[in-house]
C-alpha cells in the first residue's frame, strides 16, 4: 500500500491526498452500499467515509475539477466474499490513522475542521474486532476465501492506484 507519509506534508498535498481518498472510497463504499452492507454491518453509516471526506474537501475548498481521476459509484452488486474482502479492507485502513492524525494535526486540521475521515477512522478502528468477528463466522469454501482475499488486495489496490496516480507515480489509465 502506497503510505508515503509525504501525501500530508503540505496542505498542498494533502489536498490532493484527500481527492485521490474520495475517488476510491466512492467507489468501494458505494459497491457495498448497492451490493447492502447494512444487512452485515448495522452500523455503516456510521463506518463510511465519504461524508467525511466531502465536508473535509468543502472546509479546504479542493477543486475536483481535475480530469486526472474518475469519481464514480459502483452499480452492480457484488457477492458476500467480495463483500466482506472489501469492508475487511475499508476497515484496515483505519490501522495507520493515529499517525496520519498527527501528520494532520500539525497542518491544523482536526476532526472538526478538514480532517473528519481521520477521526471517523479512528472511531472505526474501534470495530477492528466486530470485523474480524465477521470473517470469523462466515461460513466460506475455499473458492469463497479466494475471492474475499482478491476483493481485499482489489480493494487496496483501488486506494494504491490512486494514490500513486495523483502523485505522478503512474502513467496508465483506469480501466
Known amino acids: 500500500m502506497y503510505s508515503d507519509l509525504a501525501m500530508l506534508g503540505t496542505e498542498a498535498s494533502y489536498k490532493i491526498y484527500l481527492h485521490a481518498t474520495l475517488a476510491s472510497c466512492l467507489l468501494l463504499e458505494s459497491m457495498l452500499e448497492t451490493s447492502h452492507i447494512e444487512a452485515l454491518v448495522p452500523d455503516w453509516n456510521e463506518r463510511k467515509l465519504e461524508p467525511s471526506l466531502a465536508r473535509d474537501i468543502d472546509d479546504l475548498?479542493?477543486?475536483?475539477?481535475?480530469?486526472?481521476?474518475?469519481?464514480?459509484?459502483?452499480?452492480?452488486?457484488?457477492?458476500?466474499?467480495?463483500?466482506?474482502?472489501?469492508?475487511?479492507?475499508?476497515?484496515?485502513?483505519?490501522?495507520?490513522?493515529?499517525?496520519?492524525?498527527?501528520?494532520?494535526?500539525?497542518?491544523g486540521f482536526t476532526g472538526e475542521f478538514g480532517a473528519r475521515h481521520v477521526a471517523r477512522r479512528i472511531s472505526n478502528l474501534r470495530s477492528w474486532n466486530q470485523t474480524l468477528k465477521l470473517i470469523d463466522i462466515t461460513p466460506f469454501d475455499d473458492d469463497d476465501e479466494e475471492r474475499c482475499t482478491f476483493a481485499a488486495i482489489a480493494a487496496f489496490g483501488a486506494f494504491e492506484y490512486n494514490y500513486q496516480k495523483v502523485f505522478n507515480h503512474v502513467a496508465r489509465q483506469p480501466a
Open 61 to 107: 475548498n479542493v477543486d475536483l475539477g481535475s480530469d486526472m481521476l474518475r469519481f464514480k459509484r459502483a452499480t452492480e452488486p457484488v457477492d458476500l466474499p467480495t463483500i466482506i474482502g472489501t469492508f475487511y479492507a475499508l476497515e484496515a485502513l483505519s490501522i495507520l490513522a493515529h499517525e496520519r492524525a498527527d501528520q494532520v494535526n500539525k497542518l
